[in-house]
């Protein structure tokens, strides 16, 4: 469906050639201080033609405010939005007419509809991503503002190369004991950077990557396979701050799992790792246990961070920080040996504009599906704690064994 979220819902509509593309927000609270200005940072950093490493499409993405405010405040009411189409060519697709495109949504959408676009992806396109883009610009404003939460996402790998300080691939334990210290120093120092990095950080090259040395050499990469008439595929990495305890919906709707679902609704997205991640499978328990202490807040928090700042599906406090996995961009202007639509053997040499490597635009996308994640946490908690209220207000005192023994008692 083109709805993500129930209590901030989000649906967007619109294709990769039709006149517009766009998002209409319901749910958003009323009162807060919004106008274009505030969405459009997000999608410039999103948009095609922004540097020589993305597709040349030129689109200025200008997004316009339709409804849901008056003098520069939110009404409560449903938000559009709306992004013009301005250098759609879909006279570089005829070739779909008779061919459905390698690892491209041409051949499954027909199956399921019977229909499909007949220039560019249509709603399979990342041109679609738009709207999410543009609505999360109005809960990050919203989360930041009453929250004081962060969202930071960048490059961490173009194909083999990566900016992850790990000794061992990936971050798996070391067998060597020896080498166990130097280990733990370089996880302590990956999550030192992930407490750190902003967005100006980023932002400082067009990889999007904050480590300028990986930074070169990533882009060397995607400047190869772009010479090449190729792509190739990488990972991000996310971040998210100062996220309060307490958010997630055990158990179909943890919040990894959710994060989960936002990611992987992002075209061309393959995986998707919460904290340790697939590292976390060769860590002996006794490292990969989060040990807690006393915090300066008065509550708990962990030693480290192996969790990714989310226990039994909900968040403890501490940064939650993910990897979201994307493949090579299936669109290459290489001749492919394939079949068309009658079955029959044929030789296809995609047009079009593209991408040789998603990965710099994707950032943005990623922190925004995280946004949205995080309104719709927030929301739901918050409606939770306001039902309890008041029960307090009663007088109802919950036993000591089911609200945790605090210091001092017994």
Wanted: aromatic share 6%; with cysteine; charged share 25%.
């Amino acid at each position: 469906m083109s709805t993500f979220g129930s209590l901030y819902r989000v649906t967007t509509f619109g294709e990769s050639h039709c006149k517009a593309v766009g998002v209409i927000v319901d749910g958003c609270p009323p009162g807060l201080p919004l106008t274009e200005a505030d969405v459009q940072p997000q999608l410039s950093r999103r948009r095609p033609g922004q540097s020589e490493l993305t597709t040349p499409r030129d689109e200025k993405d200008r997004v316009t405010i339709l409804s849901g405010t008056e003098l520069g405040f939110t009404l409560g009411t449903p938000i559009a939005l709306t992004v013009p189409n301005e250098d759609q060519r879909p006279h570089d697709y005829g070739e779909m007419d008779f061919y459905p495109r390698p690892s491209h949504a041409d051949y499954t959408y027909l199956e399921k509809y019977g229909i499909k676009a007949g220039s560019g992806g249509g709603r399979s396109s990342a041109r679609e991503t738009i709207g999410r883009v543009a609505a999360s610009a109005i809960a990050e404003k919203y989360i930041k503002m009453v929250h004081g939460i962060e969202i930071v996402a960048f490059v961490a790998s173009v194909g083999s190369v990566s900016m992850m300080p790990f000794g061992e691939p990936n971050g798996e334990f070391p067998e060597d004991p020896d080498k166990e210290k130097a280990w733990m120093g370089t996880w302590s120092e990956w999550w030192a950077k992930l407490n750190t990095v902003s967005r100006k950080d980023v932002d400082a090259n067009e990889v999007r990557c904050p480590d300028e040395k990986a930074a070169q050499r990533m882009r060397e990469r995607i400047v190869k396979a772009r010479d090449a008439k190729d792509s190739i595929g990488g990972t991000v990495v996310c971040v998210i701050r100062n996220l309060p305890t307490g958010l997630g919906e055990p158990c179909f709707d943890k919040l990894e799992a959710k994060l989960a679902h936002a990611m992987l609704s992002i075209p061309a997205t393959k995986s998707f790792e919460i904290g340790s991640g697939l590292a976390g499978t060769t860590i002996p328990g006794h490292i990969h246990n989060d040990q807690f202490e006393a915090s300066d807040n008065g509550k708990l928090r962990t030693m480290t961070n192996f969790s990714g700042g989310i226990q039994g599906g909900i968040s403890n406090g501490e940064n939650v920080y993910f990897k979201v996995g994307f493949k090579s961009v299936a669109t290459i202007s290489q001749a492919q040996e394939t079949a068309k639509y009658d079955g029959t053997a044929g030789v296809l040499e995609a047009k079009g504009r593209h991408d040789p490597c998603v990965l710099p635009r994707a950032v943005p996308i990623v922190e925004s599906m995280a946004t949205l994640t995080i309104m719709e946490a927030l929301m739901h908690q918050n409606a939770r704690k306001a039902t309890a209220v008041p029960l307090a207000a009663k007088g109802i005192e919950i036993p000591a064994r089911l609200a945790g023994f605090k210091r001092g008692r017994e």
